[in-house]
């Protein structure tokens, strides 16, 4: 894939930047992980070769039956029974880390929350559940949040700019008296009371976020596409009788994208803030799930066992200095005041 000399040059900027650069990387890695949380964190084996024959509980749940159990519901994996009939007939491969986000571990050295051991990295929440399966868990939860709201305001804050900037005159009038009062309303109080109203979800929290986040984006790309409908191009466009909407799609939306792709990190960052916020006042994603707003609550509701507060905190911190230092680097990577056509 060939680049343009533009493109090059600010990818080689960004590429300068070695801060945004490396948390980009780190950021990547940590994803990576995340997005494979049940290869790396689960409670069920990856595979099993049982009597001949392999199994992949991974994927498909198997009734203890199969491995020459009594019940016929779906196998319990950390049972030493179903070890033991597993054993005697084959072997089983578990992930690194055999515990998933809901799994609550009963052989814990002390009570609930326990400190951080051999078997438990960093230790168990009050319920015995596993914090580095929470972890993982909240954070691809929190990570895939961030992006699926950054993607679908950017499609409506760029069409809603592009909109105004392009056409202008009443148009322009009347959706910016609709955008100022509505971003005028107040968010967080709107958010508490529809999650109060609805059973709260990852679909029904993205469509309450989508319903004000999409505001970000409307004042930038307005003001571009002010400034760019002026210039000759357009103006030539316009007399060749090219319709308003390829003109928009063609030659003002790619200029108008630099703004988009460098607002990205920091309405990702906001996302996940948001998000963690609300779970943390318990307004979020449904009990018992995954996040990291609830294991801030956790940390807040049991300060005698510190190391729940301090992963939540340091996780958090870690994810938002990632995405800000990654907004910096595509920031200064798009300054046309550092990347100039020669």
Not at 27 to 51: E, G, M, Q
Not at 64 to 69: F, L, Q, R, S, V
Request: with cysteine; aromatic share 14%.
């Amino acid at each position: 894939m060939t680049f343009s000399p533009l493109m090059q040059r600010r990818l080689r900027q960004f590429k300068a930047n070695r801060r945004g650069y490396l948390s980009l990387w780190i950021f990547c890695v940590f994803f990576l992980i995340t997005l494979l949380a049940p290869l790396i964190s689960n409670d069920k084996p990856i595979v099993v070769y049982y009597d001949q024959h392999f199994y992949f509980p991974i994927v498909k749940a198997y009734p203890e039956t199969i491995w020459g159990g009594t019940f016929e519901t779906e196998t319990n994996y950390r049972d030493p029974y179903v070890k033991e009939l597993i054993t005697k007939k084959g072997w089983m491969v578990f992930p690194p880390i055999p515990y998933s986000f809901d799994t609550v571990n009963y052989d814990i050295p002390t009570p609930a929350p326990s400190a951080p051991t051999m078997d438990n990295w960093l230790g168990t929440d009050d319920q015995g559940r596993d914090v580095v399966a929470r972890l993982i868990y909240g954070s691809r939860i929190s990570i895939l949040f961030g992006l699926a709201l950054a993607v679908f305001s950017s499609i409506i804050g760029v069409a809603a700019g592009a909109t105004q900037g392009y056409y202008g005159g009443t148009i322009d009038l009347i959706l910016q008296r609709f955008t100022e009062i509505w971003s005028g309303l107040p968010i967080l109080y709107l958010l508490i009371i529809l999650s109060s109203m609805i059973e709260p979800n990852f679909w029904w929290l993205l469509l309450i976020m989508l319903l004000f986040s999409w505001m970000n984006l409307v004042a930038v790309v307005r003001a571009e596409f002010f400034r760019t409908r002026s210039l000759d191009y357009v103006r030539a466009a316009e007399a060749l009788g090219v319709p308003g909407y390829r003109i928009i799609w063609r030659h003002i939306l790619p200029n108008a994208m630099v703004a988009t792709i460098t607002y990205l990190p920091f309405i990702i960052s906001a996302s996940i803030t948001t998000l963690t916020s609300l779970d943390f006042l318990g307004f979020g994603l449904p009990p018992g799930s995954a996040s990291l707003g609830e294991l801030l609550t956790q940390g807040k509701n049991n300060i005698q066992a510190p190391w729940l507060a301090l992963t939540g905190f340091f996780s958090i911190a870690l994810i938002l200095s990632l995405l800000i230092f990654i907004g910096e680097a595509v920031r200064d990577a798009f300054d046309p005041r550092k990347v100039s056509v020669s």
